[in-house]
């Protein structure tokens, strides 16, 4: 299997981001992805003219 340098390296930023993520387990355990999802797709797309 051939893959890519992104696919097959972890940035230290979703590194501690993970970490975040597993310290704080029981309050993401909370969070009502639907909300959020739909929350996102609500924004406004915001593209730039060349």
Same mark, same amino acid.
């Given at each position: 299997?051939?893959?890519?340098?992104?696919?097959?390296?972890?940035?230290?930023?979703?590194?501690? !981001?993970?970490? +975040?993520?597993?310290?704080?387990?029981?309050? #993401?355990?909370?969070?009502? /992805? !639907?909300?959020? +999802?739909?929350?996102?797709?609500?924004?406004? #797309?915001?593209?730039?003219? /060349?």
């Amino acid at each position: 299997i051939i893959k890519n340098y992104l696919r097959s390296t972890m940035g230290q930023s979703r590194l501690s !981001d993970l970490a +975040i993520l597993s310290i704080e387990r029981d309050l #993401a355990k909370e969070v009502d /992805f !639907d909300e959020v +999802i739909n929350k996102f797709a609500s924004l406004k #797309a915001r593209k730039g003219k /060349f």
